[in-house]
């Protein structure tokens, strides 16, 4: 009996497969780490033919543990604003796929900043010049990659975020079409009539042709015939954050989810009207269901868990990412110590792709517990950044639902609730991007009739942390955090 949604959840960092029941619970689930590249500062990529092959080894092995027969659906989410070059012949990667922490195209979006375009593209796409949105990254490689141009010229190429390329191999090239979700992050779809814009596609020298057709993100999405030897349709779509939302039951307007992965994503949900951030926010669309559209609220942190990676990998601080809970605990603070991971920039609220990191208030006394501990707290610092300015556009949640990966931390859930002042929740499954994506699948083959039936269903609550630090001392915590951007911001180039 098919009982079994399989959900394929391609991140930054690793591809993954899960199955997941019509209760939410795990049936089984396979992970590969994806390679980062980094050709140059500032430089981020994917092999595209290494995220193919992982996504496919992931779900068959998981097709395999729990019997093909067993699985409904299937349900895609995916990195988002990452761009992918490929074949319309046969799907085969023209180039490295530009990943979304990719700043190569800061100047781009400088200039056209200069030229005064922000406030038309925003107002169209509900988003900012920023290298992190894809249309740059789209135009970059049609001027620097003779592969991409030569393709585009004789009509072959099709560019996509990897939701697309994944649906295309998967389909054997029968399906080339992507979520509105996942377009509204490329800044060349019109957020309210969800389609791609000629004048942005002229905007940023990206020929309509090579784009894939924006569809929903529930129902008959495609079909196919490579995992578990039998045919398998794929009935949900959604970029990562958005899945996450619908994963963490924010149906209603108001509602607030943080994911804590890579980089950091808060998203509200803002109902059925496009909302209007003044705080640099950005505006963009949630999940589109039936004849349902909701819209929502993001403000976007560029580096979370990667600086916990960055003090493994790089500085040698950590034998292991769970290392970083038993250090932060066994100090009482940072002593002074500040940790401003800009790695890929600074993103929302201030916007600023040339900021780079710094460690401030270093002292004979400063150990390697004080720089763990003031990493892990920036995660907190940069949250109550994003809900400071979410409050000040009118979005005050009572509590901030938390996912990723990094929330199987606890003292990391108790600082968020000390840094934010709010109340944080949890749910049982922590993975709640990948939950969310079975949700919209289940919903697509008619398992469930409405994303409320599915989360009802699907989700549930692990625990709350409440606040206990003093606001004494959160007020000195955030005054010392925002002292250290700013010196960040005064280090940029003039």
Known sequence: MADLILVIDEGTTSTRAVAFDLQGRVAAEAGRPLTQVYP??????????EI???TLACANEVAADVGAERILSIGITNQRETVVFWEKTDGSPLAPAIVWQDRRTARICADLRAAGHEAAVQAQTGLLLDPYFSATKIGWALENWPAVKAAADANRLAAGTVDAYLRFRLSGGDTFETDA??????????LKSAEWDEELCRLFGVPPSVLPFIGACSGALGETRLIGGRTLSITGAAGDQQAAAMGQDCLRPGAVKSTYGTGAFLLANAGASVPVSEQRLLSTLGWKVDLETIYAL?????VAGSAVDWLRDQMGLLASAAE????????????GVVFVPAFAGLGAPQWEPEARGVITGLSGASGKAHVVRACLEAVGNQTADVLEAMAADGVEPGVLKIDGGMVKN???????????????ERPNVVETTALGA???????????ASPREAAS??????????PILPDEARRERRAGWKRAVDQVMAGLPA
């Open 324 to 335: 970083s809970e038993g250090l932060a605990r066994s100090v009482d603070d940072t002593s």
């Open 410 to 424: 606890d003292w990391l859930c108790q600082d968020l609730a000390d840094a934010t002042g709010i109340e944080v």
């Open 181 to 190: 979700s996942n377009a509204a992050r490329t800044l060349l779809m019109d």
């Open 52 to 54: 193919w092959d992982r």
């Open 298 to 302: 993001e403000g976007s942190i560029f």
């Open 457 to 466: 269903a699907m989700r549930t609550v692990d625990r709350r942390f409440s």
């Open 40 to 49: 140059r500062s500032g430089w981020v990529e994917h092999d595209a033919a």
């Open 438 to 448: 079975a949700m919209l699948a289940a919903i697509g083959c008619g398992a469930y």
